[in-house]
């Protein structure tokens, strides 16, 4: 099994960077595709970037694209994402999620999962 945690959230300006990390225990962590999803209160939870097991291919949500970037280094057990030029409306709880083989931006096809970290973006 893969146990996630997920750490570098805080509050920003809109227009300013953060880099969550998202640090994995568990002998098979190159075997899983890691993604990053968000959610807001009273929102669904929302598919933000995906990576591939050897990071070879990233997906990304239209909303994020050109501002986000995926992530990972199988050495260390990582995977981040790097935020650029944040809005307000990227102000959510930001979940690491890790699921076997292959990407998915369905929530319910991942079996484990972060605790969340607050990204706070302010005007």
């Known amino acids: 099994q893969v146990q996630l945690v997920e750490s570098g959230g805080g509050l920003v300006q809109a227009g300013g960077s953060l880099r969550l990390s998202c640090a994995a225990s568990?002998?098979?962590?190159?075997?899983?595709?890691l993604t990053w999803f968000r959610q807001a209160p009273g929102k669904e939870r929302e598919f933000v970037a995906g990576i591939s097991r050897s990071g070879g291919s990233t997906i990304y949500a239209d909303s994020v694209k050109g501002r986000f970037a995926i992530s990972r280094d199988n050495a260390k057990n990582t995977v981040y994402l790097q935020m650029n030029s944040l809005k307000q409306e990227d102000t959510d709880v930001y979940y690491c999620?890790?699921?076997?083989?292959?990407?998915?931006?369905?929530?319910?096809?991942?079996?484990?999962w972060g605790q969340g970290t607050q990204v706070t973006v302010s005007s």
């Open positions: 999620a890790a699921r076997f083989w292959v990407i998915s931006s369905y929530p319910r096809e991942y079996d484990y």
């Open positions: 568990g002998r098979t962590f190159s075997n899983y595709a």
